[in-house]
């Protein structure tokens, strides 16, 4: 299954607007991805993953010198926007906290503090974006796990499922909107104000200069991973609107079937062995891949090595390759699949168990 022949599409992105489409990347066509990987089937797609949080004292594993506060936002897309000849879910409104832009509290800071913010994409189905005009967010944890190289972005880029926890030195007094990038979805309450105290009136929204988000930022510089014990190899691929009108996804040819009945597992494991799961998107669709149970580390990003890396969802772009390690610590029948909703509820899903 080895080729030279897989995509290499770029591992930046630019968050801007068109959330689940391929225009949010960079692509590098010059490879072609040869194999396809299914999807699965993700049971934390709950409420439980609706919103943006706050959180007002910084964790001591976040502490450094002038961290004072940290904040939790969550983000949850509420309606039905639309459906179209191919089938899609769309959205009317947007909230962070259970509230649209506009609605409910701001949230309150003071000039000098360092917020910590845990943001969590409570969507089911799309990528978000968050900016806060004037202010940096220096990034120090991904999926709960602190990051190697914590640094400054102006952008975060969340996939659904995915958390980010980022502190916001407050440098910068007024009121502003702490939104999504996508205007329309900000103005039908994707964001929530940040008012400095002494400061009132509407929250202001500049949006920001042209970025890329990009996992290897928060890697280690220079780290490598270790040689795992052995190597699995996934494709994902789209049958397009194969399913009334639905895209119906595969993982190495196999989509995971909706129904009751009981599906062997396709991959196995052997206790305290490292696994590497080599995912090769043949898609244009961005997928946030999740693994039940136990935590990855990102081992290469579009063909470059990363290391230190700690997650549990990973956003494998469009024609893009991405491997992850883990250690097979946790026996018991493991579930991986896309966090997308529709793609997990359309074949996008495959099983692990422990020999
Ligand atoms: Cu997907």
Request: aromatic share 8%; glycine share 10%.
């Amino acid at each position: 299954m080895e080729s030279p022949e897989r995509t290499r599409a770029s591992i930046e992105w630019e968050p801007n607007g068109q959330n689940n489409s391929a225009e949010v990347q960079e692509l590098e066509h010059s490879r072609t991805c040869l194999r396809i990987l299914g999807a699965a089937h993700c049971a934390a797609s709950s409420g439980v993953f609706a919103g943006i949080g706050v959180v007002r004292r910084v964790p001591a594993k976040y502490h450094r010198p002038g961290s004072s506060r940290s904040s939790l936002l969550v983000t949850q897309p509420r309606t039905r926007r639309a459906t179209r000849t191919l089938r899609e879910v769309g959205y009317r409104s947007f909230t962070i906290n259970g509230r649209m832009l506009g609605h409910g509290e701001p949230i309150r800071v003071k000039q000098g503090e360092r917020v910590l913010f845990h943001v969590l994409n409570g969507s089911a189905t799309e990528i978000r974006s968050l900016a806060l005009p004037g202010h940096s967010f220096e990034v120090v944890a991904l999926d709960g796990n602190p990051v190697p190289n914590p640094t400054p972005v102006p952008v975060l880029w969340i996939g659904t499922a995915e958390r980010i926890s980022a502190i916001v030195h407050m440098t910068h007094p007024g009121v502003w909107i702490l939104g999504d990038l996508a205007d329309d979805d900000r103005r039908h309450g994707m964001g929530i104000a940040v008012e400095y105290a002494g400061r009132t009136g509407k929250g202001q929204w500049i949006a920001p200069p042209p970025f890329k988000w990009n996992y290897a930022r928060f890697a280690k510089p220079g780290a490598t991973a270790l040689s795992p014990d052995e190597t699995f190899e996934m494709t994902f691929a789209k049958d397009n609107a194969a399913e009334e009108g639905f895209n119906r996804w595969t993982i190495n040819g196999i989509a995971y079937p909706m129904t009751s009945e009981i599906v062997p597992a396709a991959f196995h494991l052997k206790t305290s062995k490292r696994y590497r799961l080599r995912m090769c998107n043949a898609s244009d669709d961005i997928h946030p891949i999740h693994l039940h149970r136990h935590t990855f580390e990102l081992t290469s990003l579009a063909g470059k090595p990363s290391g230190g890396i700690l997650k549990d969802v990973v956003m494998v772009g469009g024609y893009q390759e991405v491997e992850i390690d883990f250690i097979a610590d946790n026996p018991g029948l493991t579930l991986f699949h896309c966090h997308q909703q529709l793609h997990m509820d359309f074949g996008f899903m495959t099983l692990f168990d422990y020999v």
